[in-house]
């Protein structure tokens, strides 16, 4: 097998498949409103966020599906890789943490600036890269993703000052397995892992009468190919079968705001045998999770003028 190399050596975009902005006004162009970060807060996500052309989901497609051969020369580059995740033989999940080290439109998917904008303004600090996914539902048989929180596999990282985005890569829609909420439910606290490729419901044993009657009212969060959805890392979420006859893929990024430290004692996942855990008390930094958006660079600390969520950082 012919080597590949490991693009996480460079925090800096490879290609010109991102426009990089070079003013103030540039990156206030990228910005949520006052309303949308109302929305995120009550709520705990906010939805419907354009941030890919059709040019640059078609790019991102056609890495995806050279990813998801096991033969490419990167795949020992994965964090984690699983041809198929689902817990249901019937049913198939792809699912890999780790493409950015391999290809470069994913890699650069790091680098977009409306991405990085608005983790910006959700976590309200400087924001630093935790790590991707790439989910795909082939047509048919596409399976679940079971209702969970992302924190509670984040654990080892500390303090909770996460953020999730998720980037369609087709149109998700309801009958392919678009991601649901259950809008509020980011003040629930943490609850503990139920599973994640398995039964739906599994939580449903962990919560009490009033969580159980929220699963009755999930929301399912339908976007168009190059549109993404931002979400709290204790919101509940999780998706539905893909019935029907096209695939639905995925790109995934999670942010940690600068300064969120190692706490390897409290490690359940995610890739305990390969993801790069700090030693304890290191915070977020190196190679594998490089600083996104610094306001003090980006914006030369002129922030007054863009709208952002008091960080958890307290900073």
């Known amino acids: 097998m012919t080597s590949c190399e490991d693009l996480s050596r460079h925090h800096l975009p490879l290609t010109d498949l991102f426009m990089q902005p070079t003013t103030h006004d540039q990156w206030s162009d990228h910005a949520l409103s006052r309303q949308q970060l109302g929305h995120f807060e009550q709520h705990g996500f906010v939805s419907g966020i354009p941030v890919l052309q059709p040019e640059q989901v078609e790019v991102l497609r056609e890495q995806l599906s050279r990813l998801m051969d096991p033969s490419h020369p990167g795949n020992p580059l994965f964090y984690e890789f699983h041809s198929n995740e689902s817990q249901d033989p019937d049913t198939v999940l792809f699912h890999a943490l780790g493409g950015w080290r391999i290809e470069k439109a994913f890699h650069d998917l790091l680098y977009c600036p409306r991405l990085r904008m608005i983790a910006y303004q959700l976590l309200g600090t400087a924001v630093r890269f935790f790590h991707d996914q790439l989910f795909c539902k082939p047509p048919a048989h596409g399976g679940v993703v079971s209702w969970h929180q992302d924190y509670s596999y984040w654990r080892w990282t500390q303090p909770m000052a996460h953020l999730t985005c998720w980037i369609a890569l087709d149109d998700a829609t309801v009958e392919n397995g678009c991601l649901c909420y259950l809008p509020g439910s980011h003040r629930w606290g943490l609850l503990p892992i139920s599973g994640l490729s398995g039964d739906m419901n599994a939580v449903e044993e962990l919560l009490d009468s009033d969580q159980q009657a929220a699963l009755s009212e999930q929301v399912a969060v339908t976007l168009r190919a190059g549109e993404a959805v931002f979400h709290h890392p204790l919101v509940m979420h999780g998706s539905h079968h893909n019935r029907t006859s096209s695939p639905r ?16 004692a409290t490690l359940e996942g995610p890739g305990s045998e390969s993801f790069p855990i700090l030693p304890e008390g290191q915070p977020l930094g190196g190679n594998f999770y490089p600083l996104l958006f610094d306001p003090q660079r980006e914006l030369a600390g002129e922030t007054s003028q863009i709208p952002s969520l008091p960080s958890s950082l307290g900073t």
């Open 249 to 264: 893929r995925a790109a995934v990024i999670n942010y940690a705001a600068n300064g969120v430290w190692s706490h390897p």
